[in-house]
């Protein structure tokens, strides 16, 4: 009978899989984890906080760094409780283009998740692949807002500037070519039976255990359960597409992945329809007063991004700044269940398992 003891393993903060400055103190017995607690708080720089003294327009650009790969989709949610507490109707104009940006930055999101997963567990190519084409991405929001990570692009009651000339027909000539691409990706790594053998059934829970941890996002419909806000609780002009909510049943790290890569395919299908359907003319600003002061109150607004439900919490006493602001952040809920999935797990899954989850340290930490 071989004699093991425990030991306790730090994985991160500087650990290159761990996406970003986060901690697992991991006890093993031999090759297989009995205990992960996560430590959070690397990246803590008090976002909430420092809103309560900042004005409204001035508060967007953190939203930016907080998921810094879906920096349109933050952007976006903040704007959107703001408008909803003054009422605001936002210029047709303006919620396409927001649309369409928030929908190519899901693409980019997910990009950088397949290309960095696959990298993680073994595969180079799939990597540079992924990142060729959010480049193509990354360009084309660069040339609306002038920034290629942190867009600062959303206003409340629209958006920073109009699309520059020719600009909807380079959106409109990516898309079929991102269809081309994503074909190329099944090929290469859906098919792949190493690949398919190394995520499948690593990593499972159940959609009550989904629910129980309130997971959002490809961490839920992993688990077969239908549930995205574009569709549920529609806002902006998302009521206006036909699209479908891809769901898996498996629970595992393969379920997640098959959501994410069908995810990508319907938000091509959304920015399809949204070029089609697009205002020949029309303002990209609603009438706002020179200093945003939402009415005394409160509001709590949710939407879909990349990683799930974000949701942002603003209690206004009439004043420039909010008295008060909270903000749902998708990659901490989803983290939670980390400890669980990995306990009884063989440390070679950890990678895998993590990676699955798809977290942004900026977002955890907040």
Same mark, same amino acid.
């Given at each position: 009978?071989?004699?093991?003891? &425990?030991?306790?393993?730090?994985?991160? +903060?500087?650990?290159?899989s761990?996406h970003?400055?986060?901690r *697992?103190?991991?006890?093993?017995?031999?090759?297989?984890?009995?205990?992960?607690?996560?430590?959070?708080?690397?990246?803590?720089?008090?976002t &909430?906080?420092?809103? =309560?003294?900042?004005q409204?327009t001035?508060?967007?650009?953190?939203?930016?760094?907080?998921?810094?790969l879906?920096?349109?989709?933050?952007n976006?949610?903040?704007?959107?409780?703001?408008?909803?507490?003054?009422?605001?109707?936002?210029p =047709? #104009?303006? &919620?396409?283009?927001?649309?369409?940006?928030?929908?190519?930055?899901?693409?980019?999101?997910?990009?950088?998740?397949?290309?960095?997963?696959? *990298?993680?567990?073994?595969a180079?190519?799939p990597?540079?692949?992924?990142?060729?084409?959010?480049?193509?991405?990354i360009?084309?929001?660069n040339?609306? $807002?002038?920034a290629?990570?942190?867009?600062?692009?959303?206003?409340?009651?629209?958006?920073?500037?109009?699309?520059p000339?020719g600009?909807?027909?380079?959106?409109?000539?990516?898309?079929?070519?991102?269809?081309?691409?994503?074909?190329?990706?099944?090929? *290469?790594?859906?098919?792949? &039976?190493?690949?398919?053998?190394?995520?499948?059934?690593?990593? @499972?829970? @159940?959609?009550?255990?989904?629910?129980?941890?309130?997971? $959002?996002?490809?961490?839920?419909?992993?688990?077969?359960?239908?549930?995205?806000?574009?569709?549920?609780?529609?806002?902006?002009?998302?009521?206006?597409?036909?699209?479908?909510?891809?769901?898996?049943?498996?629970?595992?790290?393969?379920?997640?992945?098959?959501?994410?890569?069908?995810e990508?395919?319907?938000?091509?299908?959304?920015?399809?329809?949204?070029?089609?359907?697009? +205002?020949?003319?029309g303002?990209?600003?609603?009438?706002?007063? #020179?200093?945003?002061?939402?009415?005394?109150? =409160?509001?709590y607004v949710?939407?879909? $991004?990349?990683?799930?439900e974000?949701?942002?919490?603003?209690?206004?006493?009439?004043?420039?700044?909010p008295?008060?602001?909270?903000?749902?952040?998708? $990659?901490?809920?989803?983290?939670?269940?980390?400890?669980?999935l990995?306990?009884?797990? +063989?440390?070679?899954?950890l990678?895998?398992?993590?990676?699955?989850?798809?977290?942004?340290?900026?977002?955890?930490?907040?």
């Open positions: 009978m071989i004699r093991t003891e &425990e030991m306790l393993l730090n994985v991160g +903060p500087q650990h290159p761990t970003g400055v986060f *697992l103190v991991v006890k093993i017995d031999g090759e297989i984890i009995k205990e992960a607690t996560p430590v959070v708080g690397y990246l803590h720089r008090g &909430e906080k420092l809103a =309560e003294k900042l409204y001035q508060i967007i650009p953190y939203t930016d760094r907080m998921d810094y879906s920096a349109m989709t933050n976006y949610v903040i704007c959107h409780a703001v408008e909803t507490m003054m009422d605001l109707e936002v =047709e #104009r303006a &919620e396409y283009l927001r649309v369409i940006v928030m929908e190519l930055g899901r693409v980019a999101s997910h990009l950088v998740w397949f290309g960095t997963y696959l *990298l993680d567990i073994g180079m190519s990597f540079l692949y992924a990142f060729r084409e959010r480049e193509a991405i360009n084309l929001l040339e609306l $807002s002038g290629r990570l942190t867009f600062n692009y959303m206003r409340v009651g629209g958006v920073k500037w109009d699309a000339e600009w909807l027909e380079k959106v409109a000539a990516f898309v079929p070519y991102m269809r081309k691409e994503l074909n190329g990706y099944h090929e *290469l790594v859906t098919g792949n &039976e190493i690949f398919v053998s190394r995520v499948k059934g690593v990593g @499972t829970y @159940t959609k009550e255990e989904a629910l129980q941890y309130s997971l $959002s996002g490809a961490n839920l419909r992993c688990t077969g359960i239908k549930a995205d806000l574009r569709k549920d609780e529609p806002y902006s002009i998302y009521d206006r597409f036909d699209f479908d909510i891809p769901v898996q049943e498996g629970g595992d790290c393969w379920a997640k992945y098959l959501c994410r890569m069908a990508m395919e319907e938000s091509l299908k959304i920015v399809e329809q949204a070029l089609a359907q697009f +205002p020949a003319e303002p990209i600003m609603a009438k706002t007063p #020179r200093i945003i002061k939402p009415p005394v109150g =409160e509001t949710r939407i879909e $991004s990349p990683r799930g974000i949701g942002w919490y603003i209690a206004s006493q009439g004043k420039k700044e008295y008060r602001l909270k903000f749902r952040r998708p $990659s901490f809920y989803n983290l939670q269940i980390l400890p669980k990995l306990e009884g797990e +063989p440390l070679a899954n990678i895998a398992i993590l990676g699955g989850i798809d977290i942004v340290l900026g977002e955890v930490d907040g």
